[in-house]
């Protein structure tokens, strides 16, 4: 399955070039399907860039996880943002405090 990813990107920038136009939204959601673990109808692409010097990159969103994707060359990635940044996102949880133990709980207990 990789090496067919890896054949797709290596006509991809030849296909760029020769049209001079950056790739589809089903391109994009037809490469992103392999590396993300999604049906590309189960994704929406969004922020797409091409440019010559770079490469191109975008945004690639699957149930709710949002991945950032970039192609140069016939390197190929998508990522989800780190866990310490969905984090922060998330709203921080209420601390719970230990309960003091019961007064009872003492007796017996010789202090020298």
């Known amino acids: 399955m990789r090496s067919q990813v890896l054949a797709v990107l290596a006509v991809l920038p030849l296909s760029l070039a ?15 399907s ?17 440019e010559m010097t770079s490469g191109v990159s975008w945004e690639a969103e699957c149930n709710g996880h949002r991945y950032y994707c970039s192609a140069a ?5 998508c990522k989800e943002p780190p866990a310490a940044a969905a984090k922060k996102e998330a709203a921080p949880a209420a601390s719970e405090t230990a309960a003091s133990p019961a007064p009872w709980a003492w007796e017996g207990i010789a202090f020298r």
């Open 18 to 32: 020769a049209t001079g136009c950056g790739p589809t939204q089903a391109q994009y959601r037809s490469i992103s």
């Open 34 to 50: 392999g590396l993300i673990g999604c049906a590309p109808d189960d994704i929406q692409i969004s922020n797409d860039k091409a």
């Open 73 to 77: 060359g016939q390197i190929v990635a």
